[in-house]
């Protein structure tokens, strides 16, 4: 599976921006897909996921309410869209995949990442 992230960028504190993963090389359709993000001197942390098959979403309490994960089977691709950013929400995002048995867990494939800085 290779996933491809996009759509970072700058942006002032409270704007907003729009994630995308792009997948290939497998079936989209039955693959979990999540998103993490790692600050300068920070761990990776989980932001959002979404399964294959409920479509249910999960976030990580500090973006509920804020971010907005979805998919298109059609177009392979996952998206994030973050409104209310925070300069605290500055970090790279990756997007990943897995297909064992629900969103939480080890995944198995990585994009690149895409930078994120939010101004304040």
């Known amino acids: 599976v290779q996933l491809q992230a996009s759509g970072g960028g700058l942006v002032q504190a409270g704007g907003s921006l729009r994630l995308s993963c792009a997948a290939s090389?497998?079936?989209?359709?039955?693959?979990?897909i999540g998103w993490f993000r790692q600050a300068p001197g920070k761990e990776r942390e989980f932001v959002s996921g979404?399964?294959?098959?409920?479509?249910?979403?999960y976030y990580a309490d500090s973006m509920k309410g804020r971010f907005i994960m979805s998919r298109d089977n059609a177009k392979n691709t996952a998206y994030l869209q973050m409104n209310s950013l925070k300069p605290e929400d500055t970090a790279v995002y990756y997007c990943?995949?897995?297909?064992?048995?629900?969103?939480?867990?080890?995944?198995?494939?990585w994009g690149q990442g895409t930078l994120v800085t939010v101004s304040s």
């Open positions: 990943a995949s897995r297909s064992g048995l629900g969103v939480f867990g080890s995944y198995d494939y």
């Open positions: 090389g497998s079936t989209f359709s039955r693959l979990h």
């Open positions: 979404i399964s294959w098959s409920s479509g249910s979403t």
